[in-house]
């Protein structure tokens, strides 16, 4: 058994070797199925607060420091300490350089799926501190977008480009 | 002492990723790249045991042992000879947490066993093997290599 | 009461006197505290369109005049200022019995530059010459272009000892920044709203 205290860091064994072979994309959206397991359901029914819920168990058994919060229909979310990145960071092997990717490797796909636009910001790839942020509403997080570029954010990742398929999904969550 | 001290909150639904990325590595590359990353993994993350077994201490893998079986809440008893280390777990947390989530345990489960501690013992005076007596229920074996 | 209009003549005697008593840097950074309380809410939410605001309002109510029609740039994310401008204050120790403080300059640099940290942006600010009143503070979003902007300056023979910068702060920025970006982002949002 590899001890779930020590999973990320097979995960970053995992990601060098997909790297090495162009694989990652392909491997992240099967985590993005894997967790649809644990989300899916929770978030088409609960929207942003079902997100709240989610990663407030999260934080608190991955010992993040971090903080959200919902304000109107957006969420906000930032992550002061990636627990994840922490421990890749301390370890004896070597951290892979693509192992933020992960996140919003999994997390766009499982967004689409339930009708929201995220964004994900980091500051550097090698720094355990992002943001995201989550919402419906295009114009708004379009917005928000914007004045992440504008504050200069080399790394921003985001789910745009499938805005006919988050738009259709919309609806069928509101249907929910 | 163990090199990574570990020992706030446990988040288990990670036995749930590592099961989805075993399947997926085995149908997408093939077993052998499987055990080549979990071979891997016990020698350059777990580099702290996989040294020191190879200077003939295993007093960081009698901690491991100990304490993530003991962490995870697994019923184990670990059997400990000047050559010989047995580990035996009566149920295996991470295919409890599993069968918890309803997610059916991948057929390359135990390799997540059998080849990180490969791994650590590899170019070193240990070996390791694994019985697997029923699901869940395994005796892990680090043996000195007889010179 | 020191009139206001006679404030910055103040100022120097006291530059001059903590200069004698090795005291500037500390004096700045309490300065700059204090200007916390016009700018960082300001800065921390809007970027550089907050610091456009507030140095417009500076710019009238201190009486900057612009030496030419040329423009500085601003854009979303960076703010550079065209040197076509004149300082009010030290035109004012320039005229003053009491003779300037050679140092008098240092204090712009020294108070606005930590507020540019506090709140995520780089900044070179270049004082040209000492004794002349106009002077260049630009500020960036982005780490690479103040960089270059430094750079740039210095190939086109702007004195290194005169330009001061956070560079060595890039850590402490993008920290600031992102710990800033869920409070712009929500400006932005209301903005859109």
């Not at chain 2, 570990?6 to 055990?35: C, M, P, S, W």
């Not at chain 3, 004698?20 to 950074?29: F, P």
Request: aromatic letters at 10%; a negative charge.
């Amino acid at each position: 058994m590899i001890p779930s205290d020590h999973f990320v860091r097979f995960y970053n064994e995992v990601f060098k070797f997909l790297d090495a072979r162009n694989g990652l994309e392909d491997y992240y959206l099967e985590i993005s199925r894997h967790q649809e397991h644990h989300c899916l359901k929770h978030f088409m029914e609960k929207g942003l607060q079902g997100m709240e819920e989610y990663w407030g168990q999260i934080r608190v058994e991955e010992n993040c420091i971090m903080s959200s919060e919902v304000v109107g229909d957006v969420r906000y979310s930032h992550m002061k300490k990636c627990p994840s990145l922490s421990k890749v960071l301390d370890n004896d092997a070597e951290p892979c350089e693509k192992y933020c990717l992960h996140c919003p490797g999994w997390v766009a796909p499982l967004m689409t799926k339930c009708g929201f636009y995220y964004i994900k910001y980091l500051r550097a790839l090698d720094v355990p501190e992002c943001g995201s942020v989550f919402s419906d509403n295009l114009e708004k997080i379009s917005a928000i977008r914007q004045n992440l570029k504008r504050d200069g954010f080399k790394y921003i990742f985001d789910n745009f480009d499938q805005r006919e398929e988050v738009e259709v999904n919309k609806q069928e969550r509101l249907k929910v | 002492m163990l090199r990574y001290q570990e020992n706030n909150q446990l988040h288990r639904d990670f036995h749930g990723t590592t099961n989805t990325t075993l399947d997926y590595i085995a149908d997408n590359y093939g077993v052998d790249a499987l055990k080549s990353i979990l071979q891997d993994t016990g020698e350059k993350v777990y580099k702290s045991i996989h040294d020191k077994l190879a200077a003939g201490d295993a007093s960081e893998l009698l901690e491991h042992l100990n304490w993530f079986y003991f962490r995870e809440g697994a019923k184990y008893q670990l059997t400990v000879e000047p050559d010989e280390i047995k580990l035996e777990v009566f149920e295996c947390p991470a295919i409890r947490h599993l069968k918890k989530m309803g997610l059916p345990v991948s057929k390359h489960a135990c390799l997540q066993t059998s080849e990180v501690n490969a791994g650590m013992c590899k170019n070193t005076q240990w070996e390791s093997s694994v019985e697997v007596i029923g699901e869940g229920h395994c005796i892990q074996t680090f043996r000195k290599k007889e010179c | 009461m020191i009139p206001s209009d006679h404030f910055v003549r103040f100022y120097n005697e006291v530059f001059k006197f903590l200069d004698r008593n090795d005291g500037l840097e500390k004096y700045y950074l309490e300065i700059s505290r204090h200007q916390e309380h016009h700018c960082l809410d300001l800065f921390s939410r809007k970027g550089i369109a907050g610091m456009r605001e507030y140095w417009n309002v500076i710019a009238r109510e201190e009486n900057i005049i612009s030496k030419s029609k040329k423009k500085g740039i601003v854009t979303n994310t960076k703010m550079i200022s065209s040197d076509s401008h004149i300082c009010p204050s030290l035109t004012k120790n320039l005229d003053n019995d009491a003779g300037v403080c050679e140092k008098y300059c240092l204090h712009c640099p020294g108070w606005v530059i930590p507020i540019f940290t506090k709140t995520g942006f780089y900044c070179v600010y270049d004082l040209i010459n000492l004794l002349e009143p106009t002077c260049s503070m630009n500020v960036f979003a982005i780490r690479e272009e103040a960089e270059e902007f430094k750079q740039q300056r210095i190939a086109g023979g702007a004195d290194p000892a005169l330009i001061y910068d956070n560079l060595d702060k890039a850590d402490e920025i993008e920290a600031n920044k992102i710990r800033l970006a869920p409070l712009r982002a929500q400006e932005a949002a209301k903005a859109e709203n």
